[in-house]
């Protein structure tokens, strides 16, 4: 612990034409923008294939376009990976993730609809990484953060009511789209573990290729037999082509996302990434009931609204420690 205090005490070298908060900024808004679109092919791809297949795709993108660089680093016996410790502390938030979190997400998609689902996955994701950054890194946060915060929260409260006055998918059910409900929860639960773990990467200078390197790696060893076991070599390979090009659009989408999202982490806070993620909220509200006709309300309408004002509350965080 007295390492990655000391590492975070120490905020990022600045020069005069690269502000490290704003870099930040920009790559934790760039993230919201790729997970929103991964979703939106997630919802499309819920019910018409394995979710454990989707997952297993989707992750391998990453790890084909990120591998030969991780190996070129090695060979050349530059830093590529975490140490140790940092290492299997991500292998296993990665490989909770990939069991608790993805899987569960196509799941949940496919029940409870992305108007639902993302808003309810990302509060409880941003709450508790919030809590935890709190707890073992010891961020600060500020007065104004923390109403952003509340007002982020109180936004996936009323677009969880608004989802129940009436079933966003009737196809479902109110039983099935309440236990999508809770296992949006565990998703959100296990993310919000990931997000710390990589935080704390900052502290020991972890490459961020090698962070989603990682992560992802985790997940195709172990969802790639999950899927040979489920589906078969035939089943695998007679994925129809338009599917399979939305998993792979949904992996290079993700791996963006990633990417950014983790170098967001790497600059700035966890209090000021997760307000600015949580705009996932609000394009998720939108892209549902745009794009596949889920239902909407006063109350829905009201939780997207909320998020936009949290979203102006942002403010930079105070380098340091209490």
């Known amino acids: 612990m007295g390492r990655v205090r000391n590492a975070i005490q120490e905020p990022p070298a600045t020069s005069s034409c690269c502000d490290p908060v704003a870099v930040g900024t920009a790559c934790c808004g760039l993230a919201a923008v790729g997970y929103t679109a991964a979703n939106i092919c997630l919802r499309l791809l819920a019910g018409e294939a394995s979710p454990v297949w989707v997952s297993c795709v989707k992750e391998l993108v990453t790890v084909v376009v990120v591998g030969p660089w991780v190996a070129l680093r090695l060979w050349r016996g530059l830093p590529s990976l975490p140490p140790s410790g940092s290492l299997f502390a991500l292998a296993g938030a990665g490989l909770a993730v990939q069991m608790a979190g993805n899987l569960g997400l196509i799941w949940a998609l496919s029940v409870a609809g992305l108007s639902v689902v993302i808003p309810v996955a990302l509060g409880i994701s941003m709450s508790g990484s919030t809590i935890l950054g709190r707890i073992i890194l010891r961020e600060k946060i500020t007065g104004r953060s923390a109403l952003a915060i509340g007002l982020l929260i109180a936004s996936v409260v009323l677009l969880k009511m608004g989802a129940a006055r009436e079933t966003p998918l009737p196809t479902a059910g109110p039983l099935k789209a309440g236990l999508g409900v809770g296992v949006a929860v565990l998703a959100g639960i296990s993310y919000a573990s990931l997000t710390v773990v990589i935080r704390s990467t900052a502290a020991v200078a972890a490459p961020p290729r090698g962070v989603v390197f990682v992560v992802t790696g985790v997940g195709v060893l172990s969802l790639g037999p999950m899927s040979l076991w489920e589906l078969g070599p035939t089943g695998l390979l007679s994925t129809p082509p338009a599917t399979l090009s939305l998993m792979l659009l949904a992996g290079g989408l993700n791996l963006m996302a990633f990417l950014a ?54 403010e930079r965080p105070a380098a340091g420690l209490e």
Request: overall charge negative.
């Open 261 to 314: 999202i983790t170098k967001g982490l790497h600059l700035t806070s966890i209090v000021h990434a997760n307000v600015i993620n949580a705009s996932q909220v609000a394009m998720a509200g939108v892209a549902g009931i745009v794009c596949f006709g889920e239902d909407w309300n006063s109350q829905l309408v009201l939780g997207i609204g909320l998020t936009v004002v949290g979203m102006t509350l942002i």
